[in-house]
């Protein structure tokens, strides 16, 4: 605040610089010629490589431009130039902020108060020291530039366009993941890979097999000591391709491979490459580990590039098929998921009540998946089966909640009237969530050739299976079990709130009394009732929910450990020894059967990045 109060009346512009900022001798050139050519915007001269708009660097960097848009979380501001006016209002901003949010997320919150574009130079024009934080930020580990690199003396700082990017894959914690646009909201959204990699219009299958035919033997994908785990190697492969892909720019070069000439020529895109893979894992590997696989890192990263811009190929009209749509119609648009005709596998009805948040995210989820989805309310009234069979007629599958507050009794008639539907209309799959113990049919039988599919998924137990009797088709029930169900837009306590208070450093108070649970992400809940919809023959019972019930304790000490070091008090009687517990390792690991997919560590940062970067 002091620094951001320090500008002469004189001057149009103010640079403030962390104590840790590394600056060339030819800085003050390129940074005065790039506050002349965006007067008034925000500029950073640093990025971090681990975050979004480290991302933004690279794609801007393979697309031969020299600005990118921040991204929706924290403003860089190792190295930030505003114009004079804006610096000047920051610091009574920040006092009405103070004790909430880190520096750099105040000051992203401060700009888009007042309305100011925030963009970052390509190349990065300023390193971060390796040095001791003062601001207790070493648990970030290494924190290097998503793409340092001298500027050249007769580089031309004029913006040909710095529109904010509508898909933004980046590669973090190990995990590939895409900033999408929100239907809805139009706000920014982290969502997983799958997802994302649908709203981009990759075709997945071709993605997998690229990684098996150009890196198989790489070095770098056997889990051996002292190396990454396959699972690790293959997010960073789908994140550069995804990368590979958006970054093709047939206006500039006719041709994949000129493209590609000019990529190898282009000292900023070999930096963009070799940063991806240590900026992605600097908070799980030391300085030391990263140097020592830095080579393959880049190397593997290098090789999805140039497979992702292959691919693309189809779609500008270059060569190869392109990425397609499930139905097998026209290839898909970069940026625009594949389209489904409406009586195909894509028209999906979402019924349940207004405004719940798991149906929301299931509607964008599935329509990211490139699905056709119809919203319809289910408001308890009579009318409501009428108005689902009238939904239902053009629908492949109908995805049913149940109203929050209702009897065991009225979740299993609402269960009865959805397959009641469904023995009447043409979709061919059901799934149906309850909040409570019911029971769920396995399988029956559809008085039309339409009915296919009921899947039944609760939040809490549920007893065996039942087998209801009609004629036509067979109709294939799955019960999916649920448990606490968290993730980013979705509202869980006390989760949310341990992990608030962690990313604003203050201690997470604990009820020892407070029941355990057992949780599923809701990405994991999207991708399996997208996976069912999609099967034949799905499985009759799937369990979801994490193998070990977590209490409250573990939980906020998991929190504490992967998102930001705070002290855990335990208040309560009746509950487990505050000074024992289960390790961290025991309430995070993956689950043998495969699900959940998503480890609670890695969904605590999920929620941690909605919160402080999307929430707000």
């Given at each position: ?40 915007a925000?500029?950073s ?9 480290a ?23 190792v ?17 009405r ?6 520096d ?21 024009l300023?390193?971060h ?14 924190r ?30 190990g ?36 990684l098996?035919?150009?890196?198989g ?81 880049a ?9 992702g ?49 798991l149906?929301?995210?299931?509607t ?53 009237e ?21 029971p769920?049919?396995?399988?029956a ?19 065996a ?13 799955t019960?999916?079990?649920l448990?606490?169900?968290y ?17 604003v ?32 023959a799905?499985?009759r ?14 939980l ?46 890695d ?11 999307e929430?707000?």
């Amino acid at each position: 605040m002091r620094a951001w109060s320090s500008i002469p009346a004189t001057s149009t512009h103010h640079l403030v610089l962390e104590d840790d900022a590394q600056l060339p001798d030819w800085f003050e050139e390129h940074a005065v010629a790039a506050a002349a050519a965006v007067p008034d915007a925000a500029v950073s001269f640093h990025v971090n490589w681990s975050c979004r708009s480290a991302a933004a660097v690279r794609l801007a960097a393979l697309r031969g431009e020299r600005w990118a848009a921040a991204a929706n979380e924290f403003t860089p501001t190792v190295a930030l130039l505003l114009p004079a006016d804006v610096g000047a209002g920051f610091a009574d901003y920040a006092r009405r902020h103070g004790g909430t949010w880190a520096d750099d997320v105040v000051m992203a919150r401060y700009l888009k108060s007042v309305g100011v574009a925030s963009y970052v130079t390509v190349p990065n024009l300023v390193e971060h020291g390796d040095y001791p934080s003062v601001t207790e930020n070493d648990y970030h580990g290494l924190r290097l530039s998503a793409c340092y690199s001298p500027a050249p003396p007769d580089i031309d700082w004029r913006p040909r366009g710095t529109p904010a990017n509508e898909v933004l894959p980046f590669f973090k914690f190990g995990m590939a993941h895409v900033v999408v646009r929100d239907r809805d909201t139009g706000r920014a959204l982290t969502v997983g890979w799958e997802r994302g990699a649908h709203r981009i219009g990759l075709d997945l299958t071709a993605c997998r097999r690229s990684l098996e035919q150009e890196a198989g033997s790489l070095e770098l994908l056997n889990p051996l000591p002292g190396r990454i785990s396959r699972p690790v190697a293959t997010a960073l492969w789908n994140t550069a391709y995804a990368l590979g892909f958006l970054g093709r720019r047939p206006d500039r070069f006719p041709g994949v491979e000129a493209q590609l000439a000019a990529w190898t020529a282009d000292p900023l895109v070999a930096h963009a490459a070799g940063t991806l893979g240590p900026g992605g894992l600097c908070m799980e590997l030391s300085a030391g580990e990263l140097a020592a696989i830095r080579r393959p890192l880049a190397a593997l990263a290098w090789q999805a590039l140039c497979a992702g811009l292959r691919a693309h190929s189809g779609s500008d009209g270059i060569a190869g098929a392109g990425p397609r749509s499930r139905s097998g119609g026209r290839p898909a648009r970069a940026g625009v998921p594949a389209a489904h005709s409406a009586t195909d596998s894509g028209h999906v009805v979402v019924a349940g009540p207004e405004g719940d948040e798991l149906g929301r995210c299931l509607t964008a989820g599935l329509a990211d998946h490139g699905r056709q989805v119809t919203p319809l309310d289910d408001d308890g009234s009579p009318g409501f089966a009428a108005k689902l069979r009238r939904a239902a007629r053009t629908a492949h599958g109908i995805v049913h909640l149940t109203r929050p507050g209702a009897s065991p009794e009225d979740c299993a008639a609402a269960l009865r009237e959805v397959l009641a539907v469904a023995r009447t209309a043409g979709a061919r799959h059901v799934v149906h969530l309850t909040r409570y113990d019911t029971p769920a049919a396995e399988e029956a039988e559809s008085r039309t050739a339409g009915a296919r599919h009921v899947v039944h998924l609760t939040r809490c137990d549920t007893s065996a299976a039942e087998e209801a009797e009609g004629t036509g088709r067979p109709v294939r029930a799955t019960v999916l079990r649920l448990g606490a169900v968290y993730g980013p837009q979705i509202d869980c306590e006390p989760l949310n709130g341990f992990v608030s208070r962690s990313l604003v450093k203050q201690p997470i108070t604990v009820s020892a009394a407070h029941p355990e649970a057992r949780y599923v992400h809701v990405w994991d809940v999207t991708a399996v009732v997208n996976q069912v919809l999609d099967t034949d023959a799905p499985p009759r019972f799937r369990d979801l929910r994490s193998e070990a019930a977590v209490t409250p304790v573990d939980l906020a000490r998991l929190v504490a450990q992967v998102i930001k070091p705070v002290p855990v008090k335990v208040t309560g009687d009746g509950g487990p020894d505050p000074g024992r517990g289960t390790p961290a390792a025991h309430v995070s690991g993956p689950a043998k059967s495969g699900w959940p997919a998503i480890t609670l560590a890695d969904g605590l940062r999920t929620v941690a990045q909605w919160l402080a970067y999307e929430a707000g």
